[in-house]
């Protein structure tokens, strides 16, 4: 009778060992690692403490994992992207490690106040929006799967710019997010690349006759490593997170230094140093600078020497290298990679040509993640004249096999040949990145059904009929760890009771809860933690906007980036239907409702920027006004990004994705609005239609043209007009904005937009889904009315999300793209050594 107490008081001793321990390492670094006491510790000093207390934990792990990469010298897969926007590290690290509640306790009991210490961590902004996050979801998932996988990137030192409003406008702030230190990052001294720039070739003849180039009179940048440990989920797999930061050359310092003039050489010092400095703010949008295309080429030259420096450690012949070896391009950004693989491959390890492209196809897949033409790469040639003059000739030697290809497959086609070229001849000439990307991997993917369909059948059509099996889907995922579990705290507790928490590591066990979906007691205590989400992003807005807004009200979200594409001005054009019809008759039965916007804007993007301009002059006007008191509130919510997303998806209750059918590619924030139990107004456009499949047609609502429609509509002429005329409550909202009710200050100030929706041809054909899209609306207005009913529909969308892991869409690269499978880290599982 007397052993449980004993395994119990054994348990709580364990317990109480593990909070000291926690509380040593804690106030150790606290003194030693920051030269802090009670007396000057600030709460930044206590995140640091605390952050430097888990990486101890992490770093254990990760160098047993990266041992066992090596020893078993399995396929290691290497994810290179110009973005990994990765949020806050510590509550995630904490989750991952299994160690949350104990950190908490240990933290708790000296007095602090834990939550406000996470809140002191600055986000990981190092990137713009899906195509960052993404990478950052796939780094969770390939470290929870023990995956040897290497997320590959640049260390800006400002990443996405910090959004501030100021009279209703969009003003962008530098985001110094290295100004204090990052305790996260190893500096790895010794991991050096260097990377050539300009110069020019020579060839020569070799002793057996072969002609050898050589790359010559280079300005040189080295590429510094930076280490961020990854950890996976329950799971002893750390992987890494390697950053480029540009430093001088030695060699550079000294022929500047050399010349006598100090400060000219410190200058030049800092210009080479530059090519890491800063993020590029343009999301779905190329902005074609010399700076970029060197930051593209860093990022590729250095991952590439990386890459085989790691590969040379076990191996000597390079042809074993598709063997060992899968590369990731997220997008064309980092497609430089190919020819410096070749280069490499050629000038530095003497491979033939033909041997060279053949391991480098195999090695290579290739990742699409937009049609939009502003945003598909083409680098003017005179640019790799002048940077890359030996990449060039590389890629001229690809581009004239592939040429002959083209026309043996398809004689007497020349359109063909001028449409699929990898140089573009009109105008000035340029390289077209994605027919470089295309021809140089073995796999090109879409990020949902739809948009793969259109690569193939549009976009790349050309190609698909050339190389068909190289083209497939995988559907974008996010990672529930972060996004469900770590978010949202209260519903991820109330799934556990009723269905345990195997949902974290299969997120198809979500499907339990449709079979409670009904049951009154389970929708009651989902309303209450939606209720208290919803009671805490209002105090939020409270401190940060003054505004006072009813968590009864529906919450219709829209948070994502700026774009035309993406139609927040369609939002807005259904607020002022709705604040229309309450003027006319203000006692209009009216569902209440807080729209909330959030999102940045690119800084060169005018009309981008015009749009919040506008979305908070209508808040302005619609909130102000003592009709629409307690049925309409706008608000906009300033510098949108991982960590205040984290506060929004759960206090939602309508997800707005609204983009015109065929532009998005696939979204992931309809997918995690979808997990935290919002239902979804939207297209039949990117994932949206595979979150209707899997949740069903009933419990989302659809409206607008298909992208078949639109395709259609265009073909046949589309008249934006046509519209206006025939709608009048559209026409007396578009009347209002552009005879400036709502810039009574500056009545011409929003023609740009109006301008564009009736002169310029609506290019996103807002005017066309108009009508269907307030329809739609009405119907979610009288479902909100029926709460019951709601609510177990909101249910059924956490329910249907299971295909929408991002474990799901890395089990589906891993097998069919790279050819990996996961490693059994655990400790004993594969030889470790320590020291
Ligand atoms: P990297 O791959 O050179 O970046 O090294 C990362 C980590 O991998 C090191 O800190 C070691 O823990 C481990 N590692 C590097 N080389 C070897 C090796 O040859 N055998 C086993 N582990 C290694």
Partial sequence: MNEPVIEESNGIVEQLDQEMAIIKSFLEHLEYTLGKDKYSATKYDGFNALAYAVRDHLVERWLDTQQAYYNSDDKRVYYISMEFLMGRALGNSLINLGMYEDFKEAITSLGYDFEAILAEEQDAGLGNGGLGRLAACFLDSMATMSIPAYGYGIRYEYGIFRQHIVDGAQLEIPDNWLRYRNPWELDRQEHLHTVKFYGRVITTINSQGQLV??????????????????????????????????????????????????????????????????????????????????????????????????????????????????????????????????????????????????????????????????????????????????????????NDRFIKD???????????????????????????????????????NGVAALHSEILKNELFRDFYEMYPERFNNKTNGITQRRWLKMSNPQLSGLIDEYIGDAWTRDLFELEKLRAVAGDPEFKERWKQVKRANKEALCTYILKHSGLVVDPDSMFDVQVKRIHEYKRQLLNVLHIITLFNRIKDNPQARVVPRTFIFAGKAAPSYSIAKLIIRLITAVAEVVNRDPDVAGRIKVVFLANYGVSLAEKIFPASDLSEQISTAGTEASGTGNMKFALNGALTIGTLDGANIEIMEEVGRDNIFIFGLTAAEVAELKNRGYNPKEYYNSNLELRRVLDMISSGFFSPGAPDLFHPITDSLLNLGDHYMLLADYASYVKCQEQVSELFLNQDEWTRRAILNSAGMGKFSSDRTIEEYAREIWGIKPLDIRPGAVELQRH
């Fill in 213 to 398: 180039r050589e790359w010559v009179d280079t300005e040189d940048v080295m590429a510094m490593a930076y280490d961020t440990p990854i950890p996976g989920y329950q799971t002893h797999s750390v992987n890494t997170l390697r950053l480029w930061s540009a430093k001088s050359s030695r060699e550079f310092d000294l022929k500047f230094f050399n010349e006598g003039n100090y400060i000219r050489a410190v200058e030049k010092k800092m210009q080479s140093e530059t090519i890491s400095k800063v993020l590029y703010p343009a999301d779905n949008v190329i902005e074609g600078k010399e700076l970029r295309f060197k930051q593209e080429y860093f990022l590729a030259s250095a991952t590439v020497h990386d890459v085989l420096y790691r590969f040379k450690k076990k191996h000597n012949d390079l042809k074993l290298l598709p063997d060992k070896v899968a590369i990731q391009l997220n997008d064309t950004h980092p497609a430089l990679a190919i020819p410096e693989l070749i280069r490499v491959l050629i000038d530095l390890n003497s491979l033939s040509f033909d041997e060279a492209w053949e391991i480098t196809r195999k090695v290579f897949g290739y990742t699409n993640h937009t049609i939009l033409p502003e945003a598909l790469e083409q680098w003017p040639v005179w640019f790799f004249e002048q940077i890359l003059p030996r990449h060039l000739q590389i890629i001229y030697d690809i």
């Fill in 406 to 444: 083209i026309q043996a497959r398809f004689p007497d086609d020349p359109e063909r040949v001028a449409r699929m070229s990898i140089v573009e001849e009109h105008w000035e000439r340029k390289i077209r990145m994605a027919h470089l990307a295309i021809v140089g991997s073995h796999s090109v």
